[in-house]
C-alpha cells in the first residue's frame, strides 16, 4: 500500500522501472527529474554561447578574473593618474554620428536623381522608389551588385559607383549646411573630451572635401568612410571598426543617426542609438534608445544615463535558480456534472 502510494506521481501518472512515467493512455513521459538535468544542461550550453557570440575575440588572451571589467568607467591599465582620473569623468563613452541628416542637412532627392541618371547612362532600367529606399545608407558597389544587379565585376563596379559619387557631386553643388544645433551640440562633446567618430559611406575624398568646406576639420578623432569597410548599413561594420580605432567595446558607445536602418546595425553592434528626426517623423524611430529631433536637445548627462553599462551586459549572468514545483491537492475536487448531458 505505501509503496504504491509512493510510486505515485505529483500528476497522477504512475512510475514504472527506467526513466518515464505511464499515464492512463499509455503514453510514456521522462520523469522530473531526468527533464531538470537535461534542462539544466541546455541552459548552461544557452549561456556559454550567448557569451561567446557576444565576445568572440576580447574573451580570448585575457587573464582569468580580468574580464568583465570591475566598474563601467575605470581601466587599471592606463598607469597615468589623470588619464584614469580624465576617464572617469567624460572619457569612457564613445560618440559615433553619421553625417548626412545628422551634422549636416541631408537632401535625399538628391540621392535618388543621382541613381537615376546613373541608370540612364548605363543604360538600365531606372530603379523604382522601393528599390531606391531600399539601397539608402549601402555601399555603391554593394546597392550595385546585390540589389540592382547591373554587374558583378569588381573593375565595373567600382567604375559606376565612383561615377554615381560624381554625379551626386555635381548635384550638391559644393553647397553644406550644419543642421540645427549640432555644431553646438559637437562643440559640448568637444570642450568635454568625449571621443568622436564620424561615419559615411561617402569616399573619402568627398568626406574629406565636405568636412573641409563646413570648417570642422580635427574635431572628430576618427572618420570611417566607405574605403575603409566592405558592406554598409544595415550590416554594423562601419559602427565596429569606429569603436576599435576609438579603442572603445561596443557597449561604451553611442551611435547617432537618423534612420531605421542605423538603429538596427547599432544594436546589432552592442551599441545604443540616438536617432535624430531629420527625414522620418518621430513614431517611425521609436526602436531607437532616445529620439530627438534637434541635437542640442541632449545634454551630456542624458548621455552617461544612455551609456550606463550593467556588468550582465559584460556577459556575465546571474546563477540559474530552481524553481519549486507545488504540491498539488491529494484530493482533487471531482470534475464538474454538465446536467445537460443526462
Given at each position: 500500500m505505501i509503496e504504491s502510494i509512493a510510486t505515485t506521481s505529483l500528476l497522477g501518472y504512475s512510475l514504472?522501472?527506467?526513466?518515464?512515467l505511464r499515464n492512463v493512455s499509455g503514453k510514456q513521459f521522462p520523469r522530473f527529474g531526468v527533464i531538470k538535468a537535461q534542462a539544466m544542461e541546455l541552459a548552461k550550453e544557452s549561456n556559454l554561447y550567448s557569451e561567446k557570440e557576444r565576445f568572440p575575440n576580447s574573451l580570448e588572451g585575457l587573464k582569468p578574473g580580468s574580464w568583465p571589467p570591475k566598474n563601467k568607467a575605470d581601466n587599471p591599465l592606463l598607469h597615468n593618474p589623470l588619464a584614469r582620473q580624465e576617464r572617469m569623468g567624460c572619457g569612457w563613452l564613445g560618440a559615433i554620428f553619421e553625417?548626412?541628416?545628422?551634422?549636416?542637412?541631408?537632401?535625399?532627392d538628391l540621392e535618388k536623381q543621382a541613381w537615376l541618371a546613373l541608370s540612364q547612362e548605363e543604360g538600365k532600367s531606372p530603379p523604382p522608389a522601393f528599390v531606391l529606399k531600399r539601397?539608402?545608407?549601402?555601399?555603391?558597389?554593394?546597392?550595385?551588385?546585390?540589389v540592382l544587379c547591373w554587374s558583378r565585376d569588381p573593375s565595373q563596379l567600382k567604375r559606376m559607383?565612383?561615377?554615381?559619387?560624381?554625379?551626386?557631386?555635381?548635384?550638391?553643388?559644393g553647397v553644406y549646411m550644419f543642421r540645427d544645433g549640432s555644431h553646438e551640440f559637437v562643440n559640448v562633446l568637444t570642450r568635454h573630451k568625449i571621443p568622436m567618430a564620424l561615419v559615411s559611406t561617402r569616399p573619402r575624398k568627398n568626406l574629406e572635401e565636405a568636412i573641409g568646406?563646413?570648417?570642422?576639420?580635427?574635431?572628430?578623432?576618427?572618420?570611417?568612410?566607405?574605403d575603409d569597410v566592405y558592406r554598409g548599413k544595415p550590416d554594423p561594420e562601419m559602427f565596429v571598426y569606429a569603436a576599435q580605432l576609438l579603442q572603445f567595446i561596443p557597449e561604451r558607445c553611442i551611435v547617432f543617426g537618423n534612420s531605421n536602418l542605423t538603429i538596427e546595425a547599432a544594436h546589432d553592434a552592442k551599441m545604443k542609438c540616438v536617432a535624430v528626426a531629420s527625414k522620418h517623423p518621430v513614431y517611425e524611430l521609436t526602436a531607437a534608445d532616445l529620439v530627438v529631433r534637434w541635437l542640442d536637445e541632449l545634454s551630456?548627462?542624458?548621455?552617461?544615463?544612455l551609456a550606463d553599462i550593467e556588468l550582465t551586459e559584460f556577459g556575465s549572468t546571474p546563477e540559474l535558480e530552481m524553481e519549486v514545483e507545488e504540491e498539488e491537492d491529494p484530493?482533487?475536487?471531482?470534475?464538474?456534472?454538465?446536467?445537460?448531458?443526462?
Amino acid at each position: 500500500m505505501i509503496e504504491s502510494i509512493a510510486t505515485t506521481s505529483l500528476l497522477g501518472y504512475s512510475l514504472i522501472p527506467g526513466h518515464y512515467l505511464r499515464n492512463v493512455s499509455g503514453k510514456q513521459f521522462p520523469r522530473f527529474g531526468v527533464i531538470k538535468a537535461q534542462a539544466m544542461e541546455l541552459a548552461k550550453e544557452s549561456n556559454l554561447y550567448s557569451e561567446k557570440e557576444r565576445f568572440p575575440n576580447s574573451l580570448e588572451g585575457l587573464k582569468p578574473g580580468s574580464w568583465p571589467p570591475k566598474n563601467k568607467a575605470d581601466n587599471p591599465l592606463l598607469h597615468n593618474p589623470l588619464a584614469r582620473q580624465e576617464r572617469m569623468g567624460c572619457g569612457w563613452l564613445g560618440a559615433i554620428f553619421e553625417w548626412e541628416g545628422v551634422v549636416i542637412e541631408d537632401n535625399p532627392d538628391l540621392e535618388k536623381q543621382a541613381w537615376l541618371a546613373l541608370s540612364q547612362e548605363e543604360g538600365k532600367s531606372p530603379p523604382p522608389a522601393f528599390v531606391l529606399k531600399r539601397i539608402q545608407g549601402m555601399k555603391n558597389e554593394q546597392a550595385i551588385s546585390e540589389v540592382l544587379c547591373w554587374s558583378r565585376d569588381p573593375s565595373q563596379l567600382k567604375r559606376m559607383a565612383s561615377r554615381k559619387e560624381e554625379i551626386h557631386q555635381a548635384l550638391q553643388g559644393g553647397v553644406y549646411m550644419f543642421r540645427d544645433g549640432s555644431h553646438e551640440f559637437v562643440n559640448v562633446l568637444t570642450r568635454h573630451k568625449i571621443p568622436m567618430a564620424l561615419v559615411s559611406t561617402r569616399p573619402r575624398k568627398n568626406l574629406e572635401e565636405a568636412i573641409g568646406a563646413i570648417g570642422i576639420e580635427g574635431v572628430f578623432n576618427v572618420v570611417v568612410t566607405a574605403d575603409d569597410v566592405y558592406r554598409g548599413k544595415p550590416d554594423p561594420e562601419m559602427f565596429v571598426y569606429a569603436a576599435q580605432l576609438l579603442q572603445f567595446i561596443p557597449e561604451r558607445c553611442i551611435v547617432f543617426g537618423n534612420s531605421n536602418l542605423t538603429i538596427e546595425a547599432a544594436h546589432d553592434a552592442k551599441m545604443k542609438c540616438v536617432a535624430v528626426a531629420s527625414k522620418h517623423p518621430v513614431y517611425e524611430l521609436t526602436a531607437a534608445d532616445l529620439v530627438v529631433r534637434w541635437l542640442d536637445e541632449l545634454s551630456v548627462v542624458d548621455l552617461k544615463n544612455l551609456a550606463d553599462i550593467e556588468l550582465t551586459e559584460f556577459g556575465s549572468t546571474p546563477e540559474l535558480e530552481m524553481e519549486v514545483e507545488e504540491e498539488e491537492d491529494p484530493h482533487p475536487p471531482l470534475a464538474a456534472i454538465d446536467d445537460e448531458f443526462w
